[in-house]
């Protein structure tokens, strides 16, 4: 029986360390956030941003985060801004169906007769010509709510695009933190294997002199093994997190700014009231609403009768005696009135009134989901904070029982077995502060994704210091 205590005694520490690696490598992602997170689209004024502080390190990287080239220049951005200016077009092929046009048709050519009455045949040129100026009055509204409808549909290319440079921002900042984490991960086994490497050499001496035996050294050997295996699963998770920075051309060095320079605070109800003033995906679902609702706006326009005007000056001669010059002008007056007999306008608008119905429920997910996320991150947070703490005191006691151990190994009261358990409970108690710094860091960065912060954070060249001030 006690040597079966002594078994489960020896490989706990080990089964802790490999779940807390795994952990850390399984939330390395971070919080998944529902959608594309937060935005600078509708910019909160200043008043409603707490002052950030200074203290940043702003070392030259490639690819700066701090820069807003890296960001503006990402190709989903990019991509973003571009369906921005197509759907600004679209207020301008509006605004063209409420104008007067003009069109000139002519024509040049040849023609043959055969007159019957004189026995013979005549041929010669001809041409014709046609200026027209049509001019509308009255369409039904159907150009105003088509402009409106492309307005909304600009805003929300806007907060679109914002929501893309968020959601591109947010991705970095995980990847950043995701290496760091991993990479602390690693010194943090490497200063244990080279524990086990001292200690190691110290049980060679021991064996030689009789003190010691094969089995601790072997212990020893196995251990380092298995933390060779980890630092491998560690330098795997980096890899795997530097995709978003290879992607961007940032490095994975690159130093991130103080996330406490954005004052977050503490009250998870402002939070939420800054979130939802400032996230673009409710930007964004507050202009489908009223795009859908002009929309319905201009397909009821269609059942509505159009008044036009036309002026036109017209003229046609022909070299055929039997062919009179005509040259002359018109003006009228169009009156179009549709009767939707075969019930296409009246589906559209039925069509568009449903669209509308769908856009009101997305802008209750939107508020929702934001909402949620920031509940979410912000428990989380809280959640970190203690994990922090705990993993802080748990630290110093394994720092304090590592060193008496060591001491009492010393004078033989303790065994070889005790101080690989120490140097192995300091490592896992080091690998559990490390998971605490990610994820309350992760928390934080999403709590200022979610808000609109971010954005202000990363995309300013000269960092938080000009956030503060404007």
């Avoid at 605004?95 to 050519?109: C, E, I, K, M, Y």
Wanted: proline fraction near 4%; charged fraction near 25%; include cysteine.
């Amino acid at each position: 029986m006690a040597r079966k205590l002594q078994n489960c005694w020896r490989i706990t520490p080990l089964v802790m360390l490999a779940v807390a690696s795994m952990a850390m490598t399984g939330c390395a992602g971070g919080p998944g956030r529902q959608v594309a997170a937060a935005s600078g689209c509708t910019a909160t004024p200043a008043s409603d941003c707490p002052p950030a502080n200074t203290g940043v390190d702003t070392g030259s990287v490639t690819g700066s985060v701090h820069g807003l080239g890296v960001i503006s220049t990402a190709p989903e951005v990019m991509a973003a801004q571009a369906r921005r200016d197509a759907a600004a077009e679209e207020i301008e092929k509006a605004r063209a169906t409420a104008r007067p046009d003009a069109s000139f048709v002519a024509s040049l050519g040849g023609a043959t007769e055969r007159n019957e009455a004189y026995s013979g045949q005549n041929s010669g040129g001809a041409y014709s010509y046609a200026l027209s100026v049509d001019i509308p009055l009255y369409q039904g509204g159907r150009p105003q709510a088509a402009m409106e409808a492309a307005h909304a549909d600009l805003r929300a290319a806007e907060h679109l695009t914002v929501d893309r440079r968020i959601s591109t921002t947010y991705e970095l900042a995980l990847s950043l933190l995701r290496i760091r984490q991993q990479r602390e991960l690693i010194a943090t086994l490497d200063r244990q294997r080279s524990m086990l490497s001292s200690l190691r050499s110290e049980l060679r001496a021991e064996l030689a002199a009789g003190q010691a035996s094969r089995v601790d050294v072997d212990d020893t050997d196995r251990q380092i093994a298995r933390i060779d295996v980890l630092r491998e699963t560690a330098r795997l998770a980096t890899a795997d997190a530097s995709r978003s920075t290879d992607r961007l051309g940032v490095s994975g060095t690159a130093p991130l700014p103080d996330i406490s320079g954005l004052g977050l605070g503490e009250s998870q109800q402002a939070l939420i009231d800054l979130a939802l003033r400032n996230n673009p995906r409710i930007g964004e679902s507050a202009a489908r609403v009223d795009a859908a609702a002009a929309r319905i706006t201009e397909a009821k326009g269609e059942m509505l009768p159009t008044v036009s005007a036309r002026l036109q000056a017209i003229g046609e001669d022909s070299e055929l005696p039997s062919v009179d010059r005509n040259h002359g002008g018109r003006a009228e007056v169009r009156l179009s009135m549709p009767f939707n007999l075969n019930g296409a306008t009246s589906a559209t608008v039925r069509q568009r009134s449903d669209e509308k119905r769908a856009a009101l429920f997305d802008s209750d997910a939107a508020r929702r989901g934001v909402a949620a996320a920031v509940r979410s991150a912000f428990e989380r947070r809280l959640q970190a904070r203690r994990m922090l703490t705990l993993s802080q005191a748990e630290l110093r006691s394994a720092k304090s029982m590592l060193s008496g151990v060591r001491a009492e190994r010393k004078v033989g009261e303790r065994s070889t077995f005790d101080e690989i358990r120490a140097i192995e409970n300091l490592t896992a108690a080091e690998t559990n502060l490390n998971s605490a710094k990610y994820e309350l860091q992760a928390a934080e960065y999403t709590l200022a994704a979610e808000t609109g912060m971010i954005d202000r954070l990363f995309s300013n060249p000269a960092g938080p210091a000009a956030v503060a001030a404007k």
